[in-house]
């Protein structure tokens, strides 16, 4: 603005000068002031495209499109060649639902800017955006036909794939192009990272490893990039001395690999060696000082060796470089509001606002900030804010339901959660929240109603059958609810909840020892039914029999080595059992064979955590519960765990904090006793 009025004090009408300022008035949120800037000086035939791109977007933050729409017309035929301008009347025709018109307007694009090749995949989103995936689908395949050798194509075409769910087909594309450039590290890349998203791991590694074999030049950055990547995959599934083996041939070779370090110190934290992990992401700060992430995992690594000052110090720095960083600002709105520095967090994160106002998480953390401090009111002021910005997202609803049902506001509660599953009815949480409210109320019929709606939309899944299995226990409808229950068991074998609520049906009847019969007879008729193993260790353990339950999944893993389900209860019953150090050691081990079968399953995350918890390895537990906790999950259990965890590193703020979260609301979970006496011992 300074240098923009000093041209204008010598020359009031300098276009250049005018544009300049008003866009600096739009950053501001000032429309009207860009707009006394530009009106007087645009005509048609006006060739500059930034006083139409500015008054445009003026015009959008009054809300005022038909002027918008006229104004980019105008600069159009003024500017025919104008990228940008084009572009935004793509996007405004799309706004207005003129599929027509913004392809028209996107392929103009393509044609000033053929060089381009990320346009033909921004007009494929368009028509899959208006449900027209074949459309798309044709144009991704018009680009791989145009340049079947061109490297980037392909990784266009996957990512782009990616993006919309269709993880089978990119990875088709993948290997077609490996197929015609068999010498790529990119796209091995690129495939390998579709197989870790599909759980294929082990074709993860071995893509990662032909890499190995495609040049002997150790040296070579495409080499050093192939070990960080299997560095870091071996990290995931807690593979760490391969991990650490990768990292080490790298810095044989690269000694100040700033990659390499970043990768050694996290593998450091992980492992609960804090204090050395300081060391390397210093290291890492030194050859870069702009890398934001290592400024993150540098003040992560203060905070577990205690040192909060420091921590907050490298976020200061952080932001230095980056101000605007999302990351570096949430993590100091997080240590601020352990201080207690509520405005100064809040700053923080409607920073994060300004720059991304769509942001759902900042929305969250903001209404959880408050809620932790006892301020109902504004948590409820954010979380209505976020559904308002984004009606189609269930964090806003579900949270609010939750405020609610704390508030011993059910009706408010039912109401919110209507008003979010009405707008989001494929939303599983939603429906599950909405279910559980009504039923609480004792209006099982409004909650049946809900769960026949469910499975008519989706009789493919289990959540409806579930839930109508819930609302039969509580009407006391045992058969019907058994049915049910074992009806969303047979649709989806691996997901645990049926399989709870069906030994909870049997213990609420008294026909724990006669399921057990029936179950055991069907194993010997179907042994290789995983459900029934799995329902059989779930009823052992509730009829308060744990080693029976060990048994059971013992039987079921020599069957099926990789039931992951089998491999993490077992985990997490052998290490709450009475255990020994045999037993505990056995219990990492099978947590890790699960993690490996599936990377960042929060479930399992947190039996790694607690596992390492009872072996007295608080710091290893502590770190994995932060990486657990930054997948936001909803489960109480796991902020219960979390919480004991951190009150043995002696993080007593944070373990309030998680105890606190664990018994929001009126949800009932397993450890809600322990949970509720915890929360004294911490007041």
Same mark, same amino acid.
């Given at each position: 603005i300074e240098k923009a009025d000093a041209v204008l004090a010598v020359d009031k009408n300098n276009i250049d000068a005018r544009a300049i300022k008003?866009?600096?008035?739009?950053? @501001?949120?000032?429309?009207e002031e860009a707009l006394s800037l530009l009106e007087p000086v645009v005509t048609p035939g006006l060739n500059n495209p930034q006083v139409f791109t500015a008054l445009v977007m003026a015009y959008v933050q009054?809300?005022?499109?038909?002027?918008?729409?006229?104004?980019?017309?105008?600069?159009? @035929?003024? !500017?025919?060649?104008?990228?940008?301008?084009?572009?935004?009347?793509?996007r405004l025709e799309a706004e207005n639902k003129d599929l027509d018109k913004a392809a028209t307007q996107m392929r103009a694009v393509i044609g000033l800017v053929p060089e381009d090749q990320s346009l033909p995949y921004q007009l494929a989103d368009l028509y899959w955006r208006f449900g027209q995936q074949d459309e798309a689908r044709k144009i991704v395949q018009e680009q791989l036909i145009k340049q079947p050798d061109q490297e980037e194509n392909y990784l266009f075409a996957a990512v782009f794939l990616r993006q919309k769910g269709d993880l089978a087909e990119a990875e088709n594309l993948l290997r077609q192009?490996? @197929?015609?450039?068999?010498?790529?590290?990119?796209?091995?890349?690129?495939?390998?990272?579709?197989?870790?998203?599909?759980?294929?791991?082990?074709?993860?590694?071995?893509?990662?490893?032909?890499?190995l074999t495609l040049t002997k030049d150790m040296e070579d950055p495409e080499i050093i990039n192939t070990r960080i990547a299997l560095a870091r995959l071996h990290l995931v599934v807690r593979d760490i001395p391969s991990a650490q083996s990768q990292v080490e041939q790298i810095l044989q070779v690269s000694p100040k690999n700033p990659d390499a370090h970043f990768m050694k110190g996290q593998i450091l934290l992980a492992t609960g060696k804090a204090a050395d992990a300081i060391a390397e992401f210093r290291a890492v700060i030194s050859e870069k000082t702009t890398d934001i992430p290592a400024y993150l995992m540098l003040s992560r690594s203060h905070l577990v060796e205690?040192?909060?000052?420091?921590?907050?110090?490298?976020?200061?720095?952080a932001l230095e470089v980056n101000p605007n960083s999302p990351e570096a600002l949430r993590a100091m709105a997080v240590l601020q509001a352990r201080n207690k520095d509520y405005a100064g967090a809040e700053r923080n994160l409607r920073k994060i606002l300004e720059n991304t106002p769509e942001d759902a998480r900042t929305y969250v953390e903001l209404g959880d900030m408050y809620y932790s401090s006892g301020d109902h009111a504004r948590a409820e002021q954010e979380y209505s804010s976020l559904v308002q910005k984004l009606e189609r997202n269930p964090a806003g609803y579900l949270r609010l339901g939750a405020l609610h049902m704390a508030n011993k506001d059910s009706a408010a509660a039912e109401k919110i959660l209507r008003q979010g599953y009405q707008a989001n009815p494929d939303a599983s949480t939603l429906m599950s929240a909405l279910v559980q409210v009504l039923m609480t109320q004792g209006d099982s019929f409004a909650a049946e109603e809900i769960s026949q709606q469910a499975i008519k939309r989706h009789p493919e899944r289990a959540l409806g059958y579930a839930t109508l299995g819930q609302i039969f226990i509580q009407k006391k409808q045992y058969t019907e609810a058994e049915a049910m229950l074992r009806k969303a068991i047979s649709l989806e074998p691996q997901w645990l909840p049926p399989y709870n609520t069906l030994a909870r049906l049997f213990l609420?009847?008294?026909?724990?020892?006669?399921?057990?019969? @029936?179950?055991? !007879?069907?194993?010997?008729?179907?042994?290789? !039914?995983?459900?029934?193993?799995?329902?059989?260790?779930?009823?052992?353990?509730? !009829?308060?029999?744990?080693n029976k339950a060990v048994a059971m999944y013992r039987e079921l893993l020599s069957k099926n080595p990789d039931a992951w389900p089998a491999l993490n209860n077992l985990a997490f019953l052998l290490s709450n059992n009475k255990p020994g150090a045999k037993e505990l050691d056995e219990a990492l081990l099978l947590a890790e064979q699960a993690n490996k079968l599936r990377p960042n399953e929060t479930a399992i995350l947190d039996t790694l955590a607690w596992v390492q918890y009872r072996r007295g390895a608080t710091s290893e537990a502590s770190a994995l519960m932060d990486d657990v906790l930054t997948k936001n999950p909803d489960d109480p259990g796991i902020h219960y765990h979390a919480a004991v965890i951190f009150k043995a590193s002696g993080r007593l703020e944070e373990a309030r904090e998680q105890v606190k979260r664990a018994l929001q609301g009126a949800r009932d979970f397993r450890e809600r006793t322990d949970a509720e006496a915890l929360q004294e011992t911490l007041k």
């Amino acid at each position: 603005i300074e240098k923009a009025d000093a041209v204008l004090a010598v020359d009031k009408n300098n276009i250049d000068a005018r544009a300049i300022k008003s866009s600096a008035m739009l950053l @501001e949120q000032k429309p009207e002031e860009a707009l006394s800037l530009l009106e007087p000086v645009v005509t048609p035939g006006l060739n500059n495209p930034q006083v139409f791109t500015a008054l445009v977007m003026a015009y959008v933050q009054l809300k005022n499109p038909e002027k918008a729409l006229q104004t980019l017309t105008l600069g159009i @035929e003024a !500017n025919p060649d104008s990228v940008p301008l084009r572009l935004m009347l793509a996007r405004l025709e799309a706004e207005n639902k003129d599929l027509d018109k913004a392809a028209t307007q996107m392929r103009a694009v393509i044609g000033l800017v053929p060089e381009d090749q990320s346009l033909p995949y921004q007009l494929a989103d368009l028509y899959w955006r208006f449900g027209q995936q074949d459309e798309a689908r044709k144009i991704v395949q018009e680009q791989l036909i145009k340049q079947p050798d061109q490297e980037e194509n392909y990784l266009f075409a996957a990512v782009f794939l990616r993006q919309k769910g269709d993880l089978a087909e990119a990875e088709n594309l993948l290997r077609q192009g490996l @197929e015609r450039l068999p010498k790529s590290f990119k796209l091995r890349f690129a495939l390998s990272e579709i197989l870790v998203a599909t759980r294929n791991i082990d074709q993860a590694f071995g893509v990662l490893q032909e890499c190995l074999t495609l040049t002997k030049d150790m040296e070579d950055p495409e080499i050093i990039n192939t070990r960080i990547a299997l560095a870091r995959l071996h990290l995931v599934v807690r593979d760490i001395p391969s991990a650490q083996s990768q990292v080490e041939q790298i810095l044989q070779v690269s000694p100040k690999n700033p990659d390499a370090h970043f990768m050694k110190g996290q593998i450091l934290l992980a492992t609960g060696k804090a204090a050395d992990a300081i060391a390397e992401f210093r290291a890492v700060i030194s050859e870069k000082t702009t890398d934001i992430p290592a400024y993150l995992m540098l003040s992560r690594s203060h905070l577990v060796e205690k040192q909060p000052e420091l921590a907050m110090d490298t976020l200061r720095q952080a932001l230095e470089v980056n101000p605007n960083s999302p990351e570096a600002l949430r993590a100091m709105a997080v240590l601020q509001a352990r201080n207690k520095d509520y405005a100064g967090a809040e700053r923080n994160l409607r920073k994060i606002l300004e720059n991304t106002p769509e942001d759902a998480r900042t929305y969250v953390e903001l209404g959880d900030m408050y809620y932790s401090s006892g301020d109902h009111a504004r948590a409820e002021q954010e979380y209505s804010s976020l559904v308002q910005k984004l009606e189609r997202n269930p964090a806003g609803y579900l949270r609010l339901g939750a405020l609610h049902m704390a508030n011993k506001d059910s009706a408010a509660a039912e109401k919110i959660l209507r008003q979010g599953y009405q707008a989001n009815p494929d939303a599983s949480t939603l429906m599950s929240a909405l279910v559980q409210v009504l039923m609480t109320q004792g209006d099982s019929f409004a909650a049946e109603e809900i769960s026949q709606q469910a499975i008519k939309r989706h009789p493919e899944r289990a959540l409806g059958y579930a839930t109508l299995g819930q609302i039969f226990i509580q009407k006391k409808q045992y058969t019907e609810a058994e049915a049910m229950l074992r009806k969303a068991i047979s649709l989806e074998p691996q997901w645990l909840p049926p399989y709870n609520t069906l030994a909870r049906l049997f213990l609420v009847q008294g026909k724990q020892s006669q399921a057990i019969k @029936e179950l055991e !007879n069907l194993k010997r008729t179907a042994p290789d !039914n995983q459900a029934v193993y799995l329902s059989l260790a779930l009823l052992y353990e509730n !009829n308060g029999d744990p080693n029976k339950a060990v048994a059971m999944y013992r039987e079921l893993l020599s069957k099926n080595p990789d039931a992951w389900p089998a491999l993490n209860n077992l985990a997490f019953l052998l290490s709450n059992n009475k255990p020994g150090a045999k037993e505990l050691d056995e219990a990492l081990l099978l947590a890790e064979q699960a993690n490996k079968l599936r990377p960042n399953e929060t479930a399992i995350l947190d039996t790694l955590a607690w596992v390492q918890y009872r072996r007295g390895a608080t710091s290893e537990a502590s770190a994995l519960m932060d990486d657990v906790l930054t997948k936001n999950p909803d489960d109480p259990g796991i902020h219960y765990h979390a919480a004991v965890i951190f009150k043995a590193s002696g993080r007593l703020e944070e373990a309030r904090e998680q105890v606190k979260r664990a018994l929001q609301g009126a949800r009932d979970f397993r450890e809600r006793t322990d949970a509720e006496a915890l929360q004294e011992t911490l007041k």
